[in-house]
């Protein structure tokens, strides 16, 4: 049985993969092999690991929150961080600090969403919730206002707002994935422990498992990660929100299975966007990858909301 | 010489509520009951005794070393802890969330067999083997606190904290688990709202008033007084029960 299953991760993940590679604009021949060598292969390798940081980084967010509405974006986490790698960009600040502006914006939006819907021991889901869209809202608007008044281009608050991979070069690549898969090794080898974050904190604080450490490592690692993310992509919305939500509904909530599973299908969730806003119109031009993941995350968010409202929140 | 808990003048506030003992010995073996009225400091006392509130002032030795010294696993090992909401943010089995209590004893990144084992065990005892596969969430909230308490006594602890163990459980589980717990060979503090039922099952009995012990006194000491002064309720003695009146 767990044989037959990783054997199907495996073809499904080499399928999703040639898809990304096959559909497009440029068609897969002998003359286009340059393009699809230099320009494709590589944008698939960046939408991949993103959305394995995307995936990973929700299953933390959902896991020290207590909250399976919690990612990225729903915590205005994302969008913070797009306004700290803005403002680093627009100092004219060196590529590899961007990620470093927006984690620390986004650790700042993080650390006020959890101030505000702190309550004696625990945390309001909803008011967390609210919390978070309002200062998504704020912060994009911020967003807009500088891209606007500095660029004058309307193409870049696109691109910030709803995603995109069009940047990427080798030390692009090379940052996400060590950070990514850095985080992942260690989120991995440790899930188990993690586990112990599900109960509430009283509980938690006297299983013998050191809450502290690793509620705050588990924050700096998904703020990190999307930051990270949202510094080369964007905000992509919803990923991080719908990806273990599935993971749990197929294999347990058993942490270490959520953090693999999470990242693997968040790769791919991410890739197979991508591709679909790469090929949807037939005159060959793009969309952006957020229009995608945020029509099916969001139409997935208010099924949540409708259907298992009473199951998710046990309170 | 056996004292499990030695507190010298203990005090802490939470809010404008205020906690103070100034001298209270816990020996081995001791079966406590809890009793007051809400907003007593129960929960308080039982989240200080439990190392979840250390903003305190004061001493509390656990095992003659300091309670705030103790590690997570070490602590572990020696107390676990029942807390009044105990719960679970995400869909785990019974038997998932019962193996949780083997956590202290984890080596490596596994649970050892003797963990399974030990789950297994305790998920017989206490009837819940039919539940093994189920999810929390479809529990009722009794049955969830059932899981929650065979949970806290996986830990297999010397000690062992538990705060209002029966609350939205059933008279036969209360029973069960009161009975259960009465015959562990481990030191027991419990908050209990129910005195009739805390008089079959425990031996000393703590009465606070206002985040202060007013009482501490054995099973045959309790008397009306002594519940009008805690209550401010007049009860009646009909045998060895005692009977609000209204």
């Known amino acids: ?124 889901s909803v008011t967390l919730i609210l919390a978070g869209i309002v200062l998504n809202i704020i912060t994009s608007s911020i967003i807009s206002f500088l891209k606007y008044y500095f660029d004058e281009s309307v193409g870049t608050i696109v691109f910030w707002l709803m995603g995109g991979f069009y940047q990427f070069d080798t030390l692009k690549i090379l940052i996400v994935f060590f950070s990514t898969i850095s985080f992942f090794i260690f989120f991995y080898i440790n899930g188990l422990k993690l586990n112990v974050l599900s109960f509430d904190d009283i509980t938690a604080s006297n299983m013998g498992i050191n809450q502290r450490f690793f509620k705050q490592i588990s924050f700096i690692g998904a703020a990190f990660l999307t930051a990270i993310s949202v510094s080369f992509s964007g905000i992509i919305a919803f990923v991080g929100l719908i990806v273990p939500h599935i993971v749990r509904g197929f294999f347990g909530s058993n942490m270490k299975r959520v953090i693999l599973y999470s990242t693997i299908f968040g790769a791919d969730l991410t890739l197979i966007s991508d591709t679909v806003s790469r090929s ?14 945020s029509i099916v995350g969001g139409g997935f968010f208010i099924y949540i909301l409708l259907k298992k409202r009473d199951k998710i929140w046990n309170e | 010489m056996n004292s499990v808990y030695t507190i010298k003048n203990l005090k802490f506030s939470y809010g404008k509520f205020q906690l103070f003992i100034e001298n209270f010995k816990i020996f081995k073996n001791d079966k406590i009951a809890i009793l007051g009225e809400n ?46 909401f105990a719960t679970i943010s995400f869909n785990y089995t019974i038997y998932e969330t019962i193996l949780f209590g083997r956590f202290p004893y984890l080596k490596g990144e596994k649970f050892s067999e003797e963990d399974y084992r030990k789950t297994n065990l305790l998920l017989k005892k206490f009837n819940l083997e039919k539940y093994r596969n189920r999810e929390f969430f479809t529990l009722s909230g009794g049955e969830k606190r059932k899981v929650m308490v065979a949970r806290t006594l996986n830990q297999e602890t010397e000690v062992v904290l538990l705060d209002e163990p029966t609350s939205m459980v059933d008279i036969k589980f209360s029973l069960f688990i009161l009975d259960y717990i009465s015959k562990l060979n481990s030191t027991v503090i419990a908050s209990i709202h129910d005195i009739n039922l805390a008089l079959q099952f425990f031996q000393r009995f703590i009465f606070m008033k206002n985040g202060k012990i007013i ?16 209550y401010e309720v007049r009860f009646n003695r009909i045998g060895s029960y005692f009977i609000p009146d209204y």
């Open chain 2, 215 to 230: 009482f501490d006194l054995c099973r045959d000491k309790i008397n009306e007084e002594v519940l009008y002064e805690t």
């Open chain 2, 39 to 84: 907003g007593c400091g129960k929960s308080t006392l039982l989240n200080i005794l439990s190392a979840y509130y250390i903003e305190y002032i004061g001493d509390i030795l656990f095992f003659n070393k300091n309670l705030k010294f103790f590690n997570e696993k070490e602590r572990a090992k020696k107390l676990s802890y029942l807390s009044q």
């Open chain 1, 280 to 293: 949807i119109i037939p005159s060959g031009a793009e969309l952006p990858v957020g229009i995608i993941t």
């Open chain 1, 1 to 124: 049985m767990k044989k037959y299953s990783i054997l199907g991760i495996v073809v499904f993940n080499i399928f999703v993969i040639a898809a990304g590679i096959y559909f497009g604009a440029v068609k897969f021949n002998s003359d286009n092999y340059n393009i699809i060598l230099h320009l494709r292969v590589p944008r698939i390798i960046m939408a991949f690991i993103i959305g394995g940081a995307l995936g990973l980084s929700g299953a933390l967010f959902q896991l020290v929150l207590k909250n399976p509405l919690a990612d990225g974006f729903t915590t205005g986490v994302a969008s913070s961080s797009a306004l700290g790698a803005v403002v680093a960009i627009s100092l004219g600040l060196p590529v590899f600090t961007i990620p470093v502006a927006a984690f620390l914006s986004g650790m700042l939006g993080l650390i006020i969403v959890y101030k505000i819907s702190k309550r004696g021991t625990g945390l309001n």
